[in-house]
């Protein structure tokens, strides 16, 4: 079955403790992106890739970075996590760089930092 | 910075009436796209309608695009209360290659049985 997977689903944590999400498509997509999902802010786009070891930022990096050494995978890592990191991240790819395709979204990832 | 502005942020109807919510940007664009996301799920894409078509239509959801107001709608038709959602408009501004997508901050739609 097509899709992205996000790992972990729900995550608790402590202010300045590193954290990785991770996010892995299997539709050999060249294209994926993190994006963060606030109460009245609609999604934010974190950082987003091209395709291998090509990466920029998004509207909101700070505070996060991302590698993608596979084309499958693209984790999103939080070095020293601070509760406005608080959020609802997903994942998402598309088989070239938007908006020409679909983007297809993980199913979320929720974040807690106390 | 928010390139797409939904309105209205919450809409309330009953099943079988029509449902339309906007999106109005604020920079050109190359093409614009409606997702649906179900409470606290993953996004799934509904339509994209490029920035030199005007109207798109898909099974009960029509869309509308004017680039010289730079606004969208979408249109749905007949709702069900299984359309009970949020919906976002997504954008690629010009100069960012296609590479970045701005969401809106989504219009919740409620549809009552």
């Known amino acids: 079955e097509a899709q992205v997977t996000q790992n972990p689903r729900y995550l608790i944590t402590v202010t300045g403790k590193k954290l990785t999400v991770t996010c892995s498509q299997n539709?050999?997509?060249?294209?994926m992106s993190w994006y963060r999902q606030d109460p009245g802010l609609g999604l934010r786009q974190i950082y987003y890739?091209?395709?291998?070891?090509?990466?920029d930022k998004g509207d909101v990096p700070e505070g996060y970075k991302v590698s993608r050494k596979e084309k499958r995978n693209f984790p999103l890592i939080l070095e020293s996590p601070s509760p406005n990191q608080t959020s609802l991240y997903f994942c998402?790819?598309?088989?070239?760089?938007?908006?020409?395709?679909?983007?297809?979204f993980g199913p979320g990832t929720r974040l807690l930092v106390l | 910075s928010q390139q797409g502005e939904e309105d209205p942020q919450a809409l309330s109807i009953q099943e079988g009436e029509n449902a339309t919510m906007n999106c109005s940007y604020k920079?050109?664009?190359?093409?614009l796209q409606w997702y649906r996301q179900n409470s606290g799920r993953g996004l799934v894409h509904l339509i994209l309608?490029?920035?030199n078509e005007r109207e798109k239509h898909s099974g009960r959801l029509r869309v509308t695009l004017d680039t010289s107001k730079k606004s969208s709608s979408l249109l749905i038709t007949a709702s069900r209360a299984a359309d009970t959602a949020s919906y976002f408009c997504?954008?690629?501004?010009w100069g960012t290659g296609g590479f970045k997508t701005i969401f809106g901050a989504g219009t919740r739609l409620f549809v009552k049985a």
């Open positions: 997504a954008t690629d501004p």
């Open positions: 998402a790819s598309s088989l070239q760089a938007p908006p020409q395709e679909t983007q297809y």
């Open positions: 539709m050999n997509h060249e294209y």
């Open positions: 309608i490029r920035s």
């Open positions: 890739s091209m395709n291998v070891e090509v990466t």
């Open positions: 920079t050109s664009i190359n093409n």
